[in-house]
């Protein structure tokens, strides 16, 4: 081999060709050669039945003059093909049809070249040639395919000794590659065997030979029978109804659940194994997306200096998220917790290279840091999600969840008149409806600033009042998996203690959305669904992780924590509802208060919390009526 051809085939693989298996692609040239040989004779051998010495003798002698044109013929349209630089482990429906076609333009040639050499065979001999040679050449490659599978399963079969056993729900195009993924790759350490489909017509039937075993009734049984470990949810296109009720099923057989996060992966040609998710308590939820006008909120966005306060927290980095796509001219990141700023800073700047991203650090309790703020910046819109939003804790500093809170509020929205904001939006919670902790009087204290400061100023300012949120930072969903992880057991308050619940994102997109209906003055309220008992919860997730509720892991229940109360509400009695144009999104009537009262009073709480009074809760009931705390309740 010359030096030149010898460089060609051992590349490096940053050179321009690849190394090419040399020793590979000259036996598979041998294998083709013995195959044609075999092949050309073939037909002349069934055209008289099988029988040599009836073949006439000028056929034998056209068969015999013909051979090395036949051979070079056939040679060179695999070649042409690429057939033998594919990689046949990986040989799929595209190799297939390139055998078809190129055998196929061999026969063509090998008959024109016949006939140009008046070397004249049956007419039957180029059709069956075709056959035979096609038929020959996919046993050569996808027997190839096959025997390296073998191999390697087998060498998996002892290398990995937690092979888990898989179950796919939906024998559609998404099952399809998840299936093609686990018979192909010998790095995944699972055995499809069996499939769940809710179409009558294809149980029975096998997918890439795995049987169709029955619908969704049938899934238990399916785990028992085929001593599954694993299910994995591949119907991408469901609705969230029917996703869930799949799911309710699924989960109470205590496998390890997985799903794919939805169509557009599909779509992408993006499924596999490694995009597959845990399935979680959202897909449990049985919710429907929310829906959000992306115009309004683009219009309202775009181009706008836009501050986030508290940006680095669960909802304030998603809203940081969501306002980045929409295009602003400027975003700004405003938090006291550094750790959490540079983790959403890198994250947009990766995300977002061309993102005007300013992250600054500071507390909103400290008026000059403020004031500097709005004064260098001059934002159009703030979001004010900066607050103290842990229950117990604030039960036991509730100074500090005034001067986070309350001043914070009120010190952010001052400079926002002060500096000329167009918008103020402030991030409420159903806590600060009849609330019995510090931390939703809290809140219902910053609801009257900021319709206060709605009344004399040019800022339209409104508050967004909504539940929990599901895996934000203190929920109880991080705390129970974290106790699950360790083996329990699982903390619950009260069997009876009731919540609303809503995932982050679009909690968020809701709060830009009613930011966009704003007028000024207004307490936005957000639809949280059907309230889900905690209890629930937490033998949801138990079931999730793959455990039995009271056996694997135990729920505990520990009474109520100070301040907690047994359901929340969304809406005090006084407020009543008003509906805009998102069903999801309503208005309620701000309750009117005496002013002047409120300022003096806020001016003496203001006091009491920098004098670190040793209990402020009577000059919080003072300003919020409907407060109630327990020892209150004790000495009542």
Request: aromatic share 8%; net charge neutral; with cysteine.
């Amino acid at each position: 081999m010359s030096r030149t051809v010898k460089e060609f085939f051992t590349k490096t693989p940053n050179s321009k060709f690849m190394k090419i298996p040399v020793v590979r692609i000259i036996a598979l040239i041998l294998i083709d050669t013995i195959t044609c040989l075999v092949c050309s004779f073939l037909p002349l051998y069934l055209r008289y039945d099988f029988r040599f010495s009836d073949i006439e003798p000028r056929f034998l002698q056209v068969y015999t003059a013909s051979l090395i044109p036949f051979l070079l013929i056939t040679l060179a349209c695999l070649a042409v093909g690429g057939l033998y630089n594919s990689v046949w482990r990986y040989a799929s429906a595209n190799e297939l049809v390139k055998i078809i076609v190129f055998t196929s333009l061999a026969a063509v040639l090998i008959f024109i070249e016949t006939r140009l050499t008046h070397h004249y065979l049956p007419r039957s001999y180029y059709p069956l040639y075709w056959v035979f040679m096609s038929i020959a050449t996919c046993v050569v490659r996808f027997g190839y395919r096959i025997l390296r599978l073998i191999n390697e399963k087998r060498k998996d079969l002892f290398s990995h000794s937690d092979i888990s056993n898989v179950m796919v729900i939906g024998a559609g195009a998404a099952g399809n590659m998840i299936l093609r993924e686990i018979e192909s790759s010998r790095y995944l350490a699972l055995t499809a065997k069996c499939i769940i489909d809710d179409n009558p017509g294809c149980h029975g039937k096998k997918m890439r030979g795995v049987p169709i075993v029955g619908d969704r009734d049938d899934l238990p049984e399916a785990v028992k029978k085929y001593k599954i470990d694993e299910i994995i949810f591949a119907i991408p296109s469901a609705s969230v109804q029917t996703r869930k009720e799949i799911l309710e099923i699924a989960k109470e057989t205590g496998c390890k659940l997985r799903t794919l996060p939805g169509m557009y992966q599909l779509i992408k040609g993006d499924v596999s194994v490694a995009k597959l998710k845990d399935v979680d308590i959202e897909d449990l939820l049985g919710r429907e997306p929310v829906q959000i006008n992306n115009e309004d909120v683009l219009q309202m966005v775009q181009g706008k200096t836009v501050l986030v306060t508290g940006g680095g927290g669960s909802i304030g980095s998603e809203l940081c998220r969501q306002i980045a796509a929409h295009e602003p001219a400027q975003l700004i990141i405003f938090d006291i917790y550094e750790n959490n700023a540079y983790d959403i800073q890198q994250e947009l700047i990766r995300k977002y290279p061309h993102l005007n991203l300013v992250v600054l650090i500071g507390s909103v309790r400290n008026t000059a840091r403020v004031n500097a703020l709005f004064e260098t910046y001059h934002p159009d819109i703030v979001y004010h999600a900066a607050a103290h939003k842990h229950v117990p804790l604030m039960e036991f500093s509730p100074n500090e969840a005034v001067k986070n809170n309350v001043l914070g509020t009120l010190k952010c929205a001052q400079a926002a008149d002060k500096y000329g904001t167009d918008r103020f939006v402030l991030i409420s919670t159903d806590k600060a409806v009849n609330p019995t902790n510090v931390m939703g009087a809290s809140k219902r204290i910053c609801e009257m600033i900021i319709q206060m400061m709605n009344v004399h100023s040019k800022t339209n300012y409104v508050a967004v009042r909504f539940g929990n949120v599901l895996g934000s930072n203190g929920s109880v969903i991080p705390l129970f998996k974290q106790q699950i992880a360790e083996g329990g057991p699982v903390t619950v308050t009260d069997p009876e203690v009731i919540r609303y619940f809503m995932s982050i994102p679009e909690a968020v997109s809701l709060v830009l959305q009613a930011g966009a209906y704003a007028k000024g003055g207004e307490i936005f309220v957000l639809d949280m669904g059907k309230p889900m008992k905690i209890v629930d919860l937490a033998e949801n997730l138990i079931k999730l992780s793959g455990y039995k509720v009271g056996e694997d892991i135990k729920i505990e229940f520990i009474g109520m924590r100070p301040g907690e109360k047994m359901y929340e509400e969304l809406l005090l009695d006084a407020e009543g509802l008003k509906q805009t144009e998102n069903e999801l999104i309503y208005i309620g009537e701000p309750i009117p208060f005496d002013e002047e009262q409120f300022r003096s009073q806020l001016a003496k709480l203001e006091a009491a919390a920098e004098e670190e009074k040793e209990d402020i809760r009577p000059l919080i009931r003072d300003i919020v009526p409907t407060y109630h705390w327990e020892k209150e309740e004790e000495k009542a």
